[in-house]
DNA sequence: TATTGTTATACTCTATAACTATA
DNA sequence: TATAGTTATAGAGTATAACAATA
């Protein structure tokens, strides 16, 4: 029995991801952001310092190479991001963010990270516990910290 | 500050909720039982009892109706559903389970309800404490009983 | 006049297959 | 011969607009 508590924590950890507000709030933002929502998704991959092969962009996302094609197409359209050779193997090209990219991803970022409202409704001590339970589940081990008293 | 735990509590129910083997599973489902996984998603938000709207459909899909009655066209065609006549309003088409439709429609609740294998490194305790916390998140009032011991 | 569902149509997202350049 | 990326194309998924029936 997988315990019927944890087949309601599920039913509620989907409810949270799957909440309308939230949804919206990738296609809001990339709005906001004068791109579309698979482009911040892809922003959201990247990073400032490494640039990225196109075929890592495409695990990342999971997509096929070909998508990921028109995809940087329109960053490179839009300036967020530009190809780049490889250094060593001539048949990959990397794609690394503009200044004005790394912006946006960072914008992007941060809007994706801010927990929904209901996250507020919890005191300190509980969402330190939140986060104990779901490093738990997630299998990530607790980092090594003296978790400070209560 | 939303304090820091709450953002990365936030993490984690996104990074639970979009793994990919869980993201893979409605795929899969869908195909297993020889549907799309559009019609999966209506299956179920559709009770074999109450027989629901178009419209309401679409609300519950969040898309447009014009695309409930392509999704509904293709549920009748596997056999899963049919319309009905409202009894009062003659504008008005239930959408409604056949019986092989509630079977699906019931396969496809179970499954997707079943927890990712992480929630099996919960104990008893810790499950529930979980519940209890995301049910504060989600501003669900705590069921009435007597939460039995440990 | 407002609302429900349908039709016709078009646009976005994404994949498959064939191709080019490089390894 | 195998791999990275591109091109051309096709298919899902979904929306918009105009429409028919009913309220």
């Known amino acids: 029995m997988a315990t019927q508590a944890a087949v309601e924590a599920w039913r509620l950890v989907r409810a949270l991801s799957h909440d309308p507000a ?16 698979t482009i911040a998704k892809a922003l959201a991959h990247l990073s400032p310092e490494r640039p990225v092969p196109m075929r890592e962009l495409a695990g990342a996302l999971r997509c ?59 005191g300190a001590d509980d969402a330190r516990a939140l986060l104990a339970l779901l490093r738990k589940v997630v299998g990530t081990p607790e980092p090594n910290v003296q978790h400070p008293g209560a």
């Open 64 to 122: 096929d190479t070909s998508y990921v094609t028109s995809v940087v197409d329109g960053m490179e359209e839009q300036g967020l991001a530009r190809r780049a050779p490889h250094p060593t193997d001539r048949r990959i090209k990397v794609v690394e963010l503009t200044d004005r990219g790394a912006e946006v991803a960072a914008r992007v970022r941060a809007a994706l990270d801010q927990p929904p409202p209901g996250f507020a409704a919890l």
């Open 22 to 37: 939230v949804l919206r709030r990738g296609h809001d933002l990339a709005e906001a952001e004068g791109t579309t929502p």
